[in-house]
């Protein structure tokens, strides 16, 4: 495992072992996995926010909102076929950076996995009412 990710955990005090493929951690997090991994001196976190395409464009009418709010970058993982959001910091951050820096993410994950959810809500149907003086 690369330092800094492991920096990450000793940081956020991750209780479990961190199963790592081809490079890339796995931290189980609130009952999803969040992907670390360590690229061109940056520590980067993705996370899944949708496996539809089609939600992706929904979900871009509110990137340009959050560009102002938050660090995380809501994007189309082509290989993968998701929507991520991901973020990234420099990999020889201190821990109290680290720490900030993971629960900035996740705060941006949970509001993105939010406004996903609220497509699976049917949208209240109105009766077809006239009202007449």
Known sequence: MEQAIRHLCDAI??????PEEDG???LRVDGGDVRALVRNGRLVLSKVISR????LVRLAAFAAGR?????AILAWDERAAVCILWQEISAEAE???LKKFFESF??????????KSEFEVPQAAF???VIRP
């Open 24 to 26: 890339v951690c796995l």
């Open 95 to 97: 821990s109290v950076e």
């Open 13 to 18: 005090e991750y209780p479990d072992e961190v």
């Open 127 to 129: 009766p077809n009412i």
């Open 67 to 71: 560009i102002l709010r938050e660090e």
């Open 106 to 115: 996740m705060d941006s994950c949970d509001w993105w996995q939010t406004r």
């Open 52 to 55: 539809e395409e089609k939600d």
